[in-house]
Nanobody
Framework: QVQLAESGGGSVQAGGSLLLSCAAS????????MAWFRQPPGKQREGVAA???????TYADSVKGRFTISRDNDKNTLYLLMNTLKPEDTAMYYC?????????????????WGQGTQVTVSS
């Protein structure tokens, strides 16, 4: 069983940065797809970024050029560096896992989730 725990959320003004972390435990996740999702208030959850050891990072159009997904395989931790934050980035951010090794941008396949970390961007 894979368990995910997000951290690093908080409140920041527009233009600022945050680094989200997702610690994975229970099983090694190095070879498999992991992703960041977000759910703004009143909206559906959407995929933000995804990657694996065998799949290059992919991003939603709304965050390209601003967000960077990365992994520290020794720590079994997934990161999301968010730069130039905008008020529309305000959402609950979730880490997710998928038992695949390629095509990690298939966001509908993800079904293992962390509890989420809140990101609030003010103008």
């Amino acid at each position: 069983q894979v368990q995910l725990a997000e951290s690093g959320g908080g409140s920041v003004q527009a233009g600022g940065s945050l680094l989200l972390s997702c610690a994975a435990s229970g099983s090694a996740t190095t070879n498999y797809c992991m992703a960041w999702f977000r759910q703004p208030p009143g909206k559906q959850r959407e995929g933000v970024a995804a990657m694996s050891l065998f799949s290059k990072p992919t991003y939603a159009d709304s965050v390209k050029g601003r967000f960077t997904i990365s992994r520290d395989n020794d720590k079994n931790t997934l990161y999301l560096l968010m730069n130039t934050l905008k008020p529309e980035d305000t959402a609950m951010y979730y880490c997710a896992f998928f038992w695949g090794t390629t095509e990690c941008a298939r966001f509908h396949e993800y079904s293992i989730w962390g509890q989420g970390t809140q990101v609030t961007v003010s103008s």
